[in-house]
């Protein structure tokens, strides 16, 4: 099993136990979200932005963001740090004290680099769409050299990378047990709703099986997955 | 109405005319949500943690962190951003390159410092509390000394902040609207699940109505709005 080495940086150190450094478990996290928080330094201070990105093995891209301007400058690259969270519930204890939080995140650390290569930014821009929606793309008009020019590509290798997950129920001090308090988790989920389409859709056009998976109701994390089997 | 002055830290850049920075479009957003991303830097490198946060008026909070070691060392306090962020759709386009998402989204920047006063401390752990679940501190041991100090509690007042948001479908090019394509609005939202009783809960104890607004189903942003109602 291939693993990331922890350093410093991104070893866990609250609750280590919760910690995991595999591909496996970093991967499943990152292929089962789509937004991502960049975090960067500029002249010294912080600055985190929410972005879509996706993954191609070790090397995770985004289209250009706010770093772009400070990237153009930096051409060894900006280190970042990218991180992606899932919100599995609320763990509702007897205490305020052990309440907690059910939740699966991932902290990558690795250095931020526009991509110049015309193969590479072209391959990965149609990966992009083919990891949100697969099949989509034979339907859409392709991406003109227009478009590919106006678009910052940004990789990073991932240098190092730590899963970090709560499950199951709350832990609570002995005697609290018999406390008259409801205790338990309150799930949530990311989820589909009814698609709405476009007013100016032509008559005639349906909701194409492609986007089957995209239904009413359905988990967004659990699409995504399925989406990322499809793609490796 | 109150708002918050922008200079180039929290200025919108990119699609300026989605960016607001008064109060009420600012703290909106921040009451809808609980999970905000944390950025700080530590040695020139930045980090990003995804952490629950409440709000006071100008001022954020938050639980002990990875930065609270660092903060220890740093009295003056720590520069940070927190950014909240709520995905509320896919927008599929007639090309890749004009899809979107539709979002809801605040970057907040200000100095982070340890709450040393035991008063504010105790207050504000309670407010925690009280936003998210309304009347259920009635029910729950109340916090002790011992557990006030293991708390290390985080204080920042938001000295600048942005909120930035798109709504509503695709924009594509002209010609594009003539092709066979399915095109619109594929809506996301975090839900609410079936709450889950812990199996040690004593016999008799029934799901609170207090908790009624957490039901199967419920649109968490709406939840957390009603509770921010009730606490100001």
Known sequence: MNSFTPTDRSRVKRLHERGKYDEESVFALLDAGFIAHIAYVIDGHPYVTPTSY???????????SSASRM??????????????????????ARS????????????????AQIVE??????????????????GRRASL????VQELKATTL???????????????????????????CWAGVIPLRQVIGQPIADPKLRGGIGYPPDLAAFHDGADLCEVLAGNAEKLD
């Not at 996706?54 to 250009?64: E, I, K, M, P």
């Not at 305020?96 to 250095?111: D, E, I, K, P």
């Not at 290569?117 to 949100?132: G, H, N, Q, T, V």
């Not at 008009?141 to 003109?144: A, D, I």
């Open 96 to 111: 305020g004290f052990h309440h907690s939080l059910n939740y699966r995140s991932v902290m990558a650390f690795g250095t």
């Open 54 to 64: 996706w993954r191609t093995g070790r090397v995770l891209y985004w289209h250009g």
């Open 141 to 144: 008009r392709p991406n003109n």
């Open 154 to 180: 940004i990789r990073m290798e991932i240098e190092e990378a730590a899963a970090k997950t709560r499950t199951g129920g709350p832990k609570d001090d002995d005697e609290d047990y018999a406390l008259d």
């Open 71 to 92: 990237l153009r400058r930096q051409s060894p690259g900006l280190p970042v740090c990218v991180t992606v969270s899932h919100i599995d519930g609320f763990v509702l």
């Open 117 to 134: 290569d015309p193969a590479e930014k072209s391959r990965e821009l149609d990966r992009f769409i083919d990891r949100l929606f697969p």
